[in-house]
């Protein structure tokens, strides 16, 4: 049982990347899903979740307009599309899920409200000036 995040990478800014976060072992299709971020010398942010219910989508102030969240239960995968990407952009990006908080308000998940069951290694996004 594993969360896998991917698709980081280095681009240059105003570039796009999507990144990937690849469940095995369950379905994500129970889960709330949150992306976070961690800077070098910061505190890990959630950037963008998503709620079980409807799709409810959650983006951080900075990322909101240039990022989307979505899932694609056949393949048992979320994304996060990132586009317009700035420098500040730079960091490890993890994903991580909880059923138990599935149907939680996205905010409150990526505010850090609740502890998730699982949290994926990250995969690193770099943007260059």
């Known amino acids: 049982v594993q969360l896998q995040a991917s698709g980081g990478g280095l681009v240059q800014a105003g570039g796009s990347l999507r990144l990937s976060c690849a469940a095995s072992?369950?379905?994500?299709?129970?889960?709330?899903i949150g992306w976070f971020r961690q800077a070098p010398g910061k505190e890990r942010e959630g950037v963008s979740c998503?709620?079980?219910?409807?799709?409810?989508?959650y983006y951080e102030g900075s990322v909101k307009g240039r990022y989307t969240i979505s899932r694609d239960s056949a393949k048992n995968t979320v994304y996060l599309h990132m586009n317009g990407l700035k420098p500040e952009d730079t960091a490890v990006y993890y994903c991580?899920?909880?059923?138990?908080?599935?149907?939680?308000?996205?905010?409150?998940?990526?505010?850090?409200?609740?502890?998730?069951?699982?949290w994926g290694k990250g995969t690193l996004v770099t943007v260059s000036s």
């Open positions: 072992g369950f379905s994500l299709e129970y889960y709330a």
């Open positions: 998503i709620s079980r219910i409807h799709g409810r989508a």
């Open positions: 991580t899920a909880s059923r138990k908080f599935a149907t939680a308000a996205p905010s409150h998940i990526c505010r850090g409200y609740y502890g998730m069951d699982y």
